[in-house]
């Protein structure tokens, strides 16, 4: 669903979740790497973004239990700089994050084997914050929010990563315990505006749950 152009290179994620780069002129392969834990339950549909020499690209699979993620390679080599989860993983290791800390009291004990929070659409970047905003998918299993009690987040939330550290600036979740499919990776759309004579930094979308929310992107 889109490619990535930057610096004489074409970047792409491809459905078996690979990340490519092409060289612009000639096609010829750059780097090539399979970028999902596995090929099985994850997969590639949303374009890359490119962001302070970082391509930034997701992958999906909530449906298959995959536990979603953002992660930003080195454009030039294609070395993994930062990986950022959306949702807790196994209680038994640490955190991969603060964030995820806080997200784990939102899950049951054993919700972490079932996964969900995908990102399979590309966001928006905001150069002026250095924040990759960004929507995300359905927790699983989707119509059975009775077997994961509590707000499951960051699903069906919009995230906003500083690409410079794959930290979490701040989070929006539009539906807690989502039952209906509510994936949030519609566009998540950059701009100004003034609100009561202010001029304000927002992001604006319009969610799976019937709303059209504004949103204050720096906080």
Known sequence: RGVAVYKGRV?????????VALDQKTGKVAFEKVVVPNQKDYTITGAPRVAKGKILIGAGGSEYKARGYLAAYDAE???????FYTVPGDPSKPFEGKHLEAAAKTWAPDAWKTGGGGIWQTGAYDPATHLYIVG??????????????????????????DVRTGKLAWHFQYTPNDSWDFDEVGIHMLYDIKIDGVL??????????????TIDRTN
């Open 11 to 19: 970047y792409v994620g491809t459905l078996d979740g690979r990340l």
């Open 77 to 83: 080599t294609g070395k993994e700089a930062w990986r």
């Open 200 to 213: 304000r930094k927002v992001v604006g979308h319009y969610a799976r749950n019937g709303y059209y929310y």
């Open 136 to 161: 995300t998918g359905n927790p699983y299993p989707i119509y059975d929010p009775q077997f994961r009690p509590g707000d499951n987040l960051y699903t069906n939330s919009v995230i906003a990563v």
